[in-house]
């Protein structure tokens, strides 16, 4: 959408450690048209993407996920971050029992963290995809997070709501 101030691809996630480059973008944002009977909260329809480069593999492809899904991580990693608690983690995953798409960010008591994930790749029917597991530090959440209110502080201006669920 050319009225929105993002620039596409927007990275969400964006690490480069030990090696590995990982990033989590929104690669495309649509109106959604609705008839009255619709009830989705969202007023756009987003494309996620996942590039990861690290361990002699290069892939990039989209990943299933909901606007809602990655507006439910954000919650859940900002909550995470504000308490450092090694039991509290953030999680992103699609609805119901598909396991397509999977990101954990798990905190330590030492400032570091672990982001584990698995993405299964669409345009293959989801029979291949990737694995990870990257230990970081936690400045990195800080700008994760700058990133993700940024891109929800727009949508929400553009829709008049911050209904995403």
């Known amino acids: 959408m050319s009225n929105l101030p993002i620039i596409l691809p ?12 990982f990033r989590f973008l929104c690669t495309e944002i649509q109106p959604l048209f609705r008839t009255p009977e619709q009830t989705e909260p969202s007023d756009f329809d987003c494309g996620f993407a996942v590039e990861y480069a690290g361990s002699g593999i290069s ?6 996920i909901s606007v809602g899904n990655v507006y439910a991580f954000y919650q859940s990693l900002e909550t995470a971050y504000q308490q450092l608690d090694p ?5 992103l995953a699609n609805y119901g029992s598909l396991d397509r798409t999977a990101i954990r ?3 330590d008591r030492r400032g570091g963290c672990l982001l584990t994930g698995h993405f299964l790749n669409a345009k293959n029917h989801y029979h291949s995809g990737i694995q990870i597991s990257i230990s970081l530090d936690q400045s990195y959440i800080g700008e994760i997070l700058r990133s993700l209110r940024h891109f929800f ?3 929400t201006d553009a829709q008049g709501h911050a209904n995403y669920y």
């Open 87 to 91: 039991e509290k983690s953030a999680q």
């Open 59 to 64: 892939a990039q492809f989209g990943c299933d």
């Open 153 to 155: 502080r727009i949508l």
């Open 105 to 107: 960010i798990q905190f």
């Open 10 to 21: 927007f990275p969400l996630i964006d690490i480069a450690a030990e090696g590995e480059q």
